[in-house]
């Protein structure tokens, strides 16, 4: 069975340009996540999608981060315009159905904002 | 919002030793989770606990839910080179609205 799968793997920006991740769940996973690691810390949920509706974005900052899931598989993470505190991994994650405790991480995009 | 704190923050150990780090959070969990990340890949989940006082075992892992249900404990029994990795603890608040990640602890076994 095919893992999740995310691209790109890494990606160098500067600041105030715009980025796009790309993410394509496990298959028949309902349940799409985005996360965000900043070095040395654990990661922290930005976005829950249940199929293409949100479940819980509110640790997305909306006036930068968008996402969609527009057909209900892959998503794709959007950050317009990026900031230096952006440097961080952006790990998708995908389960089943609404279980967080069943979730399978993708790699992870390693973004850096110079 | 909640935070979890991991102790240790780091730890060198001896090929063969067992391990143990633990987990606590100020307020009440309902589900504590165990994982490990290795450099440039996504976290793996270890085990899932989902009572008080659980003890669960998985392979040379064991972990338990704290009876007060503010902390956790991972114990790894004769480590060998490849536990060397992060491993992080998470769960769900008593309210099961927030997921959080605790900080990691970075483990080194020496041969």
């Known amino acids: 069975e095919a893992g999740v799968a995310q691209s790109p793997r890494y990606k160098i920006i500067e600041k105030r340009q715009s980025v796009a991740f790309w993410c394509n769940p496990i298959?028949?996973?309902?349940?799409l996540y985005w996360y965000q690691q900043i070095l040395g810390q654990g990661p922290k949920l930005l976005i829950q999608?249940?199929?293409?509706?949100?479940?819980?974005d509110s640790q997305l900052p909306k006036d930068r981060f968008s996402a969609e899931r527009l057909k209900g598989v892959d998503s794709t993470l959007k950050i317009q315009p990026a900031k230096l505190e952006d440097s961080a991994v952006y790990l998708c994650?995908?389960?089943?159905?609404?279980?967080?405790?069943?979730?399978?991480f993708g790699p992870g995009t390693r973004l850096t904002v110079l | 919002g909640q935070q979890l704190n991991q102790s240790p923050q780091s730890m060198f150990i001896q090929e063969g030793e067992d391990v143990s780090m633990n987990c606590t959070s100020s307020?009440?969990?309902?589900?504590w989770l165990w994982y490990k990340q290795d450099p440039g890949e996504g976290p793996v989940l270890l085990i899932a606990?989902?009572?008080?006082?659980e003890l669960t075992s998985n392979g040379r892992l064991t972990a338990q839910f704290g009876i007060t249900r503010k902390d956790s404990f991972l114990n790894i029994s004769a480590s060998i080179p490849s536990d060397v990795g992060i491993y992080f603890c998470?769960?769900?608040?008593?309210?099961?609205?927030?997921?959080?990640f605790g900080p990691g602890t970075r483990l080194s076994v020496l041969p």
């Open positions: 298959s028949g996973h309902a349940t």
């Open positions: 994650a995908s389960s089943l159905d609404n279980s967080l405790n069943e979730q399978f």
């Open positions: 606990l989902y009572k008080a006082g």
């Open positions: 307020s009440i969990f309902n589900t």
């Open positions: 998470a769960g769900h608040d008593n309210y099961g609205q927030n997921f959080v």
């Open positions: 999608f249940q199929n293409n509706g949100v479940v819980d």
